[in-house]
């Protein structure tokens, strides 16, 4: 099983101000770039979709905590059709923004600090529960979205791709940046 960063509740959080790290069995689903969103129309993906172990819906309800020291910038409720429940934390001492989408339940509000681990809501499905297979949502985002639910925008494929580039950081630069990932395991693709 690959193993690639999973933002749960881990208790060997590093020290204050940090990326925790958390180091879990987590299947992939899909990375930055994936070309096959959102489903069946045009889109690239933003961040990275993370399943736990057991595929399907094994992580549903599992914590996801703060990737960082952060404070909650945004918080969405149910937001049709697709992302469902949304927190976005902002990490001033990292210049980034978090954004966790799909989630079953939110146990964070706007304006709380949160410390590297902290868990801030739990993996869901969607919006109404239903959306998708459970899984978490995990954007870093490095300029200020237009709105909380921002996704790629419209245009052409390559406006598309641009805007995505524009908004958000490829996960797998910014963890590595930290020394978080063991890159020769994880796997890539869309199977959602
Ligand atoms: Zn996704």
Redesign the pocket.
Known sequence: MPKIVHPVKDPKRLKRGLITKFLVDTVY??QQGTPC?PIGGQGF?????LNGAGGGDSDLGMPVGCISDGVVSEIVRNNGPLWGNIVIVWHPHLDRWSRY?HLKDIQCAVGQELQAGEQLGTIGKGYNGTAFAA?L?LDIIKKKLPTPTYWNGSGSLQILKSNVQTYFENPKVFFARYGLIDFESVSSGCRL
């Open positions: 689903l899909a969103y993906h933003t961040g990275w979709d989408a899984h949502h």
